[in-house]
């Protein structure tokens, strides 16, 4: 049994909850090693506080799941009913009334119902807590994965910035990005990589496209890369062929904003001051208003996971946490400029992940 799956069974102790029902697929990666993409078909982990744990997944699953799993591993075929061999291997655990503890995010509804169904209208608690906080300090394993995973990001930034040409398309670059990340065998993306060009880039979620890049364009590349499940996040802005002061301005003050946040992290910072060290950079430079999101996020196995690094976040930073500064300044039929680095709470302090050059980058 893991150490990951001791601390639930420990956790529903504490908790006098005779049940937890997992069922995000990454959870279930956290804490058994089976990767899982069931698309709409049924995956649950089910873990007690005394009896051993089992999973319930298609039938097509079930060698990966035996492979990656050492408890009991239940299959169905898309005939039948997962339901079914799930009343059947809970039947002698079940006791009307019990406290099950869930994943309100991601808990289909019907689910829940069926459960309710199952239990005679059972307490649900909220597990969430514990596995966002499990998930937040990173393994020497997990560490590893993420240090290569950036390394990785770095070369695919570079590998944008070399495609650069004038008349060259967002997607475009995107494209040969990928395709070279692929051809050296990193083919998964953490999330859809984003290149934007010109008065695109002050969109910070933007949609690339045709756009074509023009002479004092900023390029935004924004993308990440999975290794071994867990995933790297960086943004770079660079310039084609000449920036203006305006632009020199704007990109000065955002490196200025990351720098100064990297410079504060430590043990025990309020999450939220450590956003507002870079905020007040930016709004004292008098671009306040165009910094338009958080700080950061949490990151691991998902691109978006806790802490959120948020002005309203009164959690403190712990060792062991991996998280992103991205700081941005996005200013409408100018463009946009946003400096990501994934950073490692280390005993001694930040570790910076993410080493692609921060200064600003004229490419001719």
């Known amino acids: 049994?893991?150490?990951?799956?001791?601390?639930?069974?420990?956790?529903?102790?504490?908790?006098?909850?005779?049940?937890?029902?997992?069922?995000?697929?990454?959870?279930?990666?956290?804490?058994?090693?089976?990767?899982?993409?069931?698309?709409?078909?049924?995956?649950?982990?089910?873990?007690?506080?005394?009896?051993?744990?089992?999973?319930?997944?298609?039938?097509?699953?079930?060698?990966?799941?035996?492979?990656?799993?050492?408890?009991?591993?239940?299959?169905?075929?898309?005939?039948?009913?997962?339901?079914?061999?799930?009343?059947?291997?809970?039947?002698?655990?079940?006791?009307?009334?019990?406290?099950?503890?869930?994943?309100?995010?991601?808990?289909?509804?019907?689910?829940?119902?069926?459960?309710?169904?199952?239990?005679?209208?059972?307490?649900?608690?909220?597990?969430?807590?514990?596995?966002?906080?499990?998930?937040?300090?990173?393994?020497?394993?997990?560490?590893?994965?993420m240090k290569k995973a950036g390394e990785i990001a770095d070369y695919a930034v570079q590998i944008g910035?070399?495609?650069?040409?004038?008349?060259?398309?967002?997607?475009?670059?995107?494209?040969?990005?990928?395709?070279?990340?692929?051809?050296?065998?990193?083919?998964?993306?953490?999330?859809?990589?984003?290149?934007?060009?010109?008065?695109n880039s002050a969109a910070p979620h933007g949609y690339p496209g045709t756009r074509q890049i023009k002479e004092g364009d900023f390029v935004l590349f924004d993308l990440g890369v999975v290794v071994n499940g867990y995933c790297s996040d960086i943004t770079r802005t660079v310039c084609y062929k000449h920036a203006t002061d305006d632009q020199i301005k704007i990109y000065n003050t955002c490196l200025q904003a990351n720098r100064a946040a990297i410079q504060v992290v430590r043990k025990g910072l309020r999450i939220g001051d450590l956003d507002g060290t870079a905020r007040k950079v930016i709004s004292e430079a008098g671009y306040g208003h165009y910094f338009t999101h958080r700080l950061g996020h949490g990151l691991g196995l998902g691109e978006h996971e806790a802490p959120s690094m948020s002005a309203d976040n009164d959690k403190t930073l712990t060792t062991g946490m991996v998280f992103t500064i991205e700081p941005g300044i996005y200013v409408p039929d100018l463009g946009g400029v946003r400096i990501e680095d994934d950073i490692y709470l280390s005993e001694d302090g930040p570790v910076t992940l993410t080493h692609y050059s921060k200064d600003l980058q004229i490419i001719q």
């Open 1 to 145: 049994m893991t150490e990951k799956i001791k601390k639930i069974k420990q956790w529903l102790e504490k908790n006098d909850s005779r049940l937890a029902y997992i069922t995000d697929p990454t959870n279930i990666f956290y804490l058994t090693g089976f990767k899982c993409n069931p698309h709409e078909r049924f995956l649950g982990l089910f873990v007690f506080p005394e009896d051993e744990p089992f999973i319930v997944c298609p039938e097509l699953e079930v060698g990966q799941a035996r492979a990656a799993f050492a408890g009991k591993v239940i299959g169905y075929r898309d005939d039948q009913d997962p339901w079914a061999a799930v009343g059947k291997a809970l039947d002698k655990k079940k006791q009307n009334g019990e406290k099950i503890a869930i994943e309100p995010s991601t808990l289909p509804y019907k689910n829940a119902v069926i459960l309710s169904d199952l239990y005679e209208s059972p307490a649900f608690i909220s597990i969430e807590g514990l596995l966002s906080s499990m998930r937040s300090v990173k393994s020497r394993a997990e560490l590893d994965a």
């Open 161 to 199: 910035v070399n495609a650069i040409k004038k008349g060259r398309t967002e997607r475009a670059i995107i494209a040969e990005i990928e395709y070279e990340l692929a051809k050296h065998g990193y083919s998964e993306m953490a999330f859809d990589t984003m290149v934007l060009t010109g008065e």
